[in-house]
């Protein structure tokens, strides 16, 4: 008999976690890490497994990749649009110009056609980041503008637009107008696909809203602050639509 005693002979199942164990650490050391999708879902194609930058689906890219690309021909004859409508009315604040009913008319109508033609330019670009938030920019945008230029059409031939009936429409229509291109002012910062600086534009020119003669902030016999602000508002939502046609 030996003096030393051995030590008990260990139970053959408590090496088996070990040996598992370990073998769990080689497969992991040895094997390419895939996805947890890939592994689960052997037979799935490969846009859903993948695991690089350069596999995945276009529509998950960052939104600088997206706005890497150069503008289409329709998107720069949008952006034209943009800019012309921004700039004439701009004109309005030339002291020099005087401009009358008629082309106010007009004016107001390219100014409409020129912001919806942006939307769809700029949506174009930036729908790719983040498509539920681009759609909740761009449609209250074109649809408002859109709705301007309507009640423009029909207000060719009247007297006083602003009263009646038709006056309640156009105050709904005008206090949309400037807070829905505000609100895409706001999304398309928030993207930042295309200029900030013409979506902050867009997001200050939101204040054109408290010139509606109904809310009674504004009166032109009696300027106040808020007519100052009005205009102000005005001017920086036509550089709003200039800046995003230009870029």
Known sequence: LSSTPSAPARPPWTAKPMACASSVRASSTAAPATSFRARSMPGC?????????????????????WSA???????????????LGGAILLVAFLPSVDIGTDWNFVRLGL??????AIVVAVH?????????????GAIPAFVANGAYLAMLVLWAGRQNPF?????VFWFVVGFTLWLAD???????????VVSRWGALALILGSLSVIGIDRLG???????TIFSVLALGGVA????????????
């Open 45 to 65: 194609r490969p846009s859903w497994c993948a695991t690089t930058a350069a596999d995945r689906p276009p529509w998950t890219s960052t939104s600088s990749s």
């Open 69 to 83: 690309g150069s503008p289409t021909p329709t998107t720069r004859a949008l952006g034209l649009l943009g800019i």
């Open 111 to 116: 100014f409409c056609l020129g912001a919806m």
């Open 124 to 136: 174009r670009r930036q729908v790719g980041a983040s498509p539920m938030l681009a759609w909740s």
């Open 163 to 167: 009263a009646g009936d038709f006056g």
């Open 182 to 192: 505000g609100w895409f002012g706001v999304v398309t910062l928030k993207l930042g």
């Open 217 to 223: 902030l504004v009166t032109s016999l009696e300027p």
């Open 236 to 247: 920086l939502n036509g550089i709003g639509w200039v800046l995003l046609g230009y870029d």
